[in-house]
């Protein structure tokens, strides 16, 4: 069965600055993809990020990108010039084939 | 939004009720998938529909049930709620690989 952690229970940035998000998962398979999700208030999952593990080039949008590091199976996200919107919960997860593996989220705040 | 919508957004119910969430997936989309979120967690994966089959199904007990339609919006039953049943339900659909989700509805089991 695939495995994602998050260690990473809450965390705390000022608007403008760098944070990074951590995540590893534990996965016998070769192909796979990872998401990167982010929960506002509102409670609606919004896809964030993806990677497929066959791409060594790490995906990048926008403001966000991922460190995704396959023989290690990290894959931690890191969010550029941090804004009030952000402030959200992020989950990391594992695309199974069928189903959707999440970690338990890390509680990000961006504080003014 | 993504197009997905679930009702009722908000729900109370008895222990030992049974209860009816509704999803109706975003245009095109044929596959339906429904993820259970306890308090403080990540969400956990029930089942899945593709083209109204069950494509796939999480460890959860035979008292949640689920439907799709031919218009592939699709329903998930739970029947005898406890009070662990207390979470949000999420509802996905799905085209390849990227799944777009619905707000949620929030169900309380007293």
């Known amino acids: 069965a695939q495995t994602v952690t998050q260690s990473q229970p809450e965390m705390s940035v000022q608007e403008a600055e760098t944070v990074t998000l951590s995540c590893t998962y534990d996965?016998?398979?070769?192909?796979?993809?990872l998401f990167w999700y982010k929960q506002p208030p509102s409670r609606q999952m919004i896809l964030v990020i993806r990677q497929e593990a066959y791409k060594q080039q790490n995906a990048t949008e926008n403001r966000f990108s991922v460190n995704f590091q396959k023989a290690a199976k990290s894959f931690s996200l890191k969010i550029s010039d941090s804004q009030l919107g952000d402030t959200a919960m992020y989950f990391c997860a594992f695309d199974s084939g069928y189903a959707l593996n999440f970690g338990k989220g890390t509680s990000l705040l961006v504080t003014p | 939004e993504t197009g997905v919508t679930q009702s009722p957004t908000h729900l109370i119910k008895t222990r030992g009720q049974q209860v009816t969430l509704r999803c109706s997936s975003q245009?095109?989309?044929?596959?339906v998938s429904w993820y259970q979120q306890a308090l403080g967690q990540g969400p956990q994966f029930i089942f899945q529909?593709?083209?109204?089959?069950?494509?796939g199904r999480g460890n959860f007990p035979p008292r949640f049930s689920g439907l799709q339609f031919p218009n592939y919006s699709s329903e998930l039953n739970v029947n005898a709620l406890e009070l662990d049943d207390s979470a949000l339900y999420l509802c996905?659909?799905?085209?390849?690989?990227?799944?777009?989700f619905g707000q949620g509805t929030r169900l309380t089991v007293v």
């Open positions: 996965t016998s398979e070769s192909n796979y993809y």
């Open positions: 996905a659909s799905s085209e390849n690989t990227e799944a777009f």
């Open positions: 245009s095109g989309h044929n596959t």
């Open positions: 529909y593709y083209r109204e089959e069950e494509n």
